[in-house]
């Protein structure tokens, strides 16, 4: 409930910020076009009658204004842009409209806020999404390198690709053209580049995930099939705080539950959303791609229990269990394997969070 006496509205970017406050007893409005600095806009919202209450759009800016804000003793939220209501025929935007519009909806309650991450977070949030970064430069390079190859009528044909095999036979080909020869050696270059990198990210993610606040979690996520040590830290840390969902909550943050357009007695049920976090979805989609196969726990599996508390274990083969013999039901009704993976992936989102909420 608003309970300030003014609210203020910041539509910030990355070199100016547009502000408006609404005082609620003399209901007059203050506007300003201050500079990005915290200090200027912290020394701005003193000046104003308080007690203060501000909100600005979530952003490339990030949540440093949040922080120093809350610091200072004035209660801060961060807006979901996707969930701000504007009026159908506002067909004029600007940013001194959208600061007013953003204090007018914090004093009607109407700000549906993001969840502020801690700085421990943010950190290790950076550092999953630049494996992920260094995961799509490592797909396109093989891929210019792959076609390069078959331009030339170059196929590789001893198996899977990609592994030392593969290296060996690439490092035996020969081309008769010096220009030829310098883009293969351009291409190839930049694979193992990139290759090296995101080892090197993978050695600092898994080192974190053995000793961070995300260490209890991700070992809890393990106990599940297809949720090893980066999958399970990338989804610790992208979604943080998992206590703010519940078992069906979860599924609609990652975007995974079925779009819907209903009116009156007709009910039409389309794609899913592919809303909130695009990252967690993905791991989530691929993870359930292995409760597809026969469930035998492995040793695999079975080093990944020993990490976690008991009950972490038999609440990860409740749902190993689970998600296999729904695989077995798509299959026998025919289901399409693509429809029936992002199914499993919804519910083992659930099973995640069942286990991350869990007490150590």
Known sequence: MFTERTSVGLDVHARSVAAAAIDGVTGELVQARLTPAHDHIRSWIQQLPGPVAVTYEAGPTGFGLCRALTSAGVRCEVAAPSKLQRPAGDRVKTDAKDAIHLARLLRLDEITPVAVPTIGQETARDLVRAREDCRGD??????????FLLRHGIVYCGGAAWTGKHDAWLQRQHFDAAVSRLTFDSCYDCVLTTSSRRD?????????????????????????????????????????????????????????????????????????TKAGNSHARRLLVEA??????????G??????????????RARGDAGNRRLHARWVRFSERNKKATIADVAIARELAGWCWSLAIMPD
């Open 138 to 147: 490592l797909m396109r390079a093989r891929h210019r390198l792959s076609k």
């Open 200 to 272: 090197r990210l993978d050695a600092a993610i898994t080192a974190m995930a053995a000793d961070s606040e995300f260490t209890a979690v991700t070992r809890r996520l393990g106990c599940l099939r297809g949720v090893a040590t980066l999958t399970g830290f990338a989804l610790a840390v992208e979604i943080g705080d998992w206590t703010r969902f519940n078992g069906n909550t979860i599924g609609s943050f990652v975007g995974l539950v079925p779009s819907e357009h209903s009116s009156g007695a007709s009910r039409a049920q389309g794609s899913i």
């Open 288 to 297: 359930a791609w292995h409760h597809r196969t026969r469930y035998l726990p």
């Open 299 to 312: 040793k695999t599996i079975r080093d990944r229990w020993a990490l976690a508390t008991p009950a972490a």
